[in-house]
């Protein structure tokens, strides 16, 4: 998760220099069925988000280069410092959501894997359940954190979808322990996806 994390700093970085570049264009909500009221993520999804969350990050100035990337947090923030001593906010709860174009649906099955794979390197990863939604199978998994990670567990959701990565990750407090399972279904359930014409 922290070599995840670490490669989005580096995009949200990058996006941060190009913002003035050009505008990312606006879905055509009539034509995909969208409601207007969904938050966007460039034109690739569009997500009914749980109650309580708010949209924290929304990168989607990379979509020329196939990586759309947005996260919602949950509950009052807390200052803190992260590993490498830098402040940071803790939230009760945040939801991530990075989708990759990837060359091939092969090689998105590889990035996929390599995702899990980089996951069970940060967590204690349960074994895969399938589940579908909105016509997509994803393999979900709970995450446990270990004791010097600021959050106590996790939910994640991977799929692949032709030649595009998907990744659902929520990761919580002790506080939020209850509502994880809940709010991944409200997720994902909510999660609509537009990946043919991306």
């Known amino acids: 998760m922290r070599k995840i994390l670490l490669v989005l700093a580096v995009f949200a970085f990058i996006a941060a220099l190009l913002t003035g570049c050009a505008e990312p264009p606006e879905p055509d909500y009539e034509a995909l069925g969208w409601d207007e009221s969904w938050q966007t993520v460039g034109t690739v999804a569009a997500v009914e988000v749980p109650e309580g969350f708010t949209a924290a990050e929304n990168l989607d100035i990379m979509s020329g280069e196939g990586l759309w990337y947005a996260a919602w947090t949950y509950g009052e923030g807390e200052n803190i410092k992260n590993d490498a001593g830098e402040d ?40 895969p359940e399938k589940a579908a939604y909105g016509g997509v199978e994803y393999a979900v ?58």
Not at 169 to 194: I, K, V
């Open 141 to 198: 998994r709970t995450l446990t954190a270990p004791e010097d990670n600021p959050f106590d567990g996790g939910v994640s959701a991977s799929a692949t979808v032709g030649s595009y990565a998907v990744s659902v990750e929520l990761m919580y407090q002790e506080s939020f322990t209850g509502a994880a399972t809940q709010t991944m279904d409200e997720f994902l359930s909510g999660l609509h996806l537009n990946l043919e014409e991306a």
């Open 88 to 127: 940071a906010v803790l939230f009760e709860a945040q939801v991530y959501l990075l989708i990759e174009r990837c060359a091939s649906p092969a090689k998105a099955q590889a990035e996929t894997k390599l995702w899990a794979e980089r996951q069970s390197e940060s967590y204690a990863c349960s074994e």
